[in-house]
């Protein structure tokens, strides 16, 4: 390739041979073609150049991109060079301690001396266990690296693929994600409830905290829309005042659902589906045992009313932009009052079911006294308890009525 300099001389040369010979017939072409090759020069050095700079781009957005990528790792992983190092050298100390006492007190019962071969078995023995905790250490430290290669920048994994990436048992990996948790080698992990996988950012484990949550919601609402089809069915046989009371209290738990779903706390929303189970579970068992509505004026005119009220009061709370000292300290009263209400709700269902099992045991109590006059069960009036007649054939088995003997009523055969 010609440089810019030598087609410059060659041009002015062709320029200078036209005008001595007088001849300017081929000095266009001459011109043009010179001209092409300049340009053609000038492009490919500017595609090298741009090529050039578009590998210094890429290379630059790589060193980026892993300069980002070891900054992330930081803020998820601690180094386990530490509990490494450790635990090799309590393993390594461990291992000498133990050799060289147990061996010595090995040597000393060969040579039938137990009494002085006992002191050093002592600490033999704690020399293994040292070396014991060593190795456990190394292991947890290496096993922890392995954890790390696999899950790398990911926002969460399954215990089952760790488990197959370590060729493990999954309770060994939920046992090490623990104690690495414990540590603070995962800076930020969490396993989820069901201990099925490990969340590694404050983030994850949020978003999945809320997915819970509205899990938990969903299926409150499921459950509802099922009960709320079971008492419109049962409405026909009920008092207009009964279905007055249920009416009003649909509309109270629609306030209170409607309250959940506008508060993005997760500790709020679990006070506030707490609320809302028991409180339909009350008006379930209302919609079941018309009875169970004469106790029921309390919770209509004063608590549920006090309920709406206050998370009326704490949406406005919590939505306001600036959250200063009054405000928080006024939504802590709140949760506090709703715990209380919590309690006294539930208090409230537990005395419904205290009626009913007071119910059912005096349903026991006479089944039993009327199996027991028949002479099913032992009992005071049962012919099991009962002392022979005289004269009774010895080995003879009482006869049992199913029964009940009427006042005026002729015997049965049979009965004495």
């Known amino acids: 390739m010609a440089s810019s300099n030598s087609i410059g001389d060659q041009l002015n040369d062709a320029i200078q041979n036209a005008i001595s010979s007088n001849d300017f017939s081929t000095l266009p072409s001459t ?9 053609e020069n000038i492009a490919k050095g500017l595609a090298q150049a741009q090529s050039g700079l578009q590998r210094a781009q890429q290379e630059y957005t790589k060193e980026r991109l892993r300069i980002q990528q070891r900054q992330t790792m930081k803020t998820l992983y601690a180094s386990a060079n530490s509990i490494k190092a450790g635990g090799a050298m309590l393993a390594i100390i461990g291992s000498l301690l133990g050799i ?17 071969s006992m002191p050093l078995l002592i600490p033999g023995i704690a020399g293994a266990a040292l070396a014991g905790f060593g190795i456990k250490r190394f292991k947890l430290a290496r096993a922890f690296e392995q ?40 800076k930020q992990a969490a396993l989820d409830d069901d201990e099925t996988m490990i969340i590694m950012t404050h983030e994850a484990y949020q978003q999945y905290r809320q997915a819970q949550a509205e899990a938990q919601r969903r299926h409150a609402r499921q459950a509802a829309s099922q009960s709320a089809r079971s008492v419109n069915a049962n409405q026909q046989e009920l008092t207009p005042e009964i279905k007055s009371l249920l009416s009003r209290g649909e509309t109270y738990i629609a306030q209170i659902r409607a309250s959940n779903d506008a508060i993005p706390g997760p500790e709020i929303s679990q006070k506030i589906d707490q ?3 028991t409180v339909r579970t009350i008006f379930q068992r209302a919609a079941e045992q018309p009875e169970v509505a004469d106790d029921l004026d309390r919770l209509m005119d004063y608590y549920l009313p006090t309920t709406v009220k206050l998370l009326d009061a704490y949406r406005d709370f919590d939505s306001q932009p600036v959250q200063s000292q009054n405000v928080v300290k006024s939504k802590q009263e709140i949760e506090a009052a709703l715990d209380t209400l919590n309690i006294a709700f539930q208090n409230l269902l537990d005395s419904i079911f205290r009626d009913m099992a007071w119910d059912v045991s005096s349903d026991i109590t006479v089944l039993h006294a009327v199996l027991a006059q028949e002479g099913l069960v032992d009992g005071p009036l049962s012919a099991h308890s009962q002392p022979e007649q005289p004269g009774s054939q010895s080995g003879a088995q009482p006869e049992l009525h199913l029964y009940p003997q009427q006042p005026g009523q002729p015997q049965r055969p049979g009965q004495s």
């Open 31 to 39: 011109i043009e073609r010179y001209t092409g090759i300049a340009a």
């Open 100 to 116: 060289s006492f147990i061996g010595a007190g090995a040597i000393l019962l060969a040579m039938q001396a137990p009494l002085l």
């Open 147 to 186: 954890y790390r290669d696999a899950i790398a920048l990911r926002t969460f994994c399954t215990i089952d693929e760790l488990a197959a990436r370590t060729s493990s048992r999954p309770s060994s990996v939920v046992r090490n994600l623990k104690a690495m948790v414990r540590k603070g080698l995962f």
């Open 275 to 277: 609320i809302e189970q």
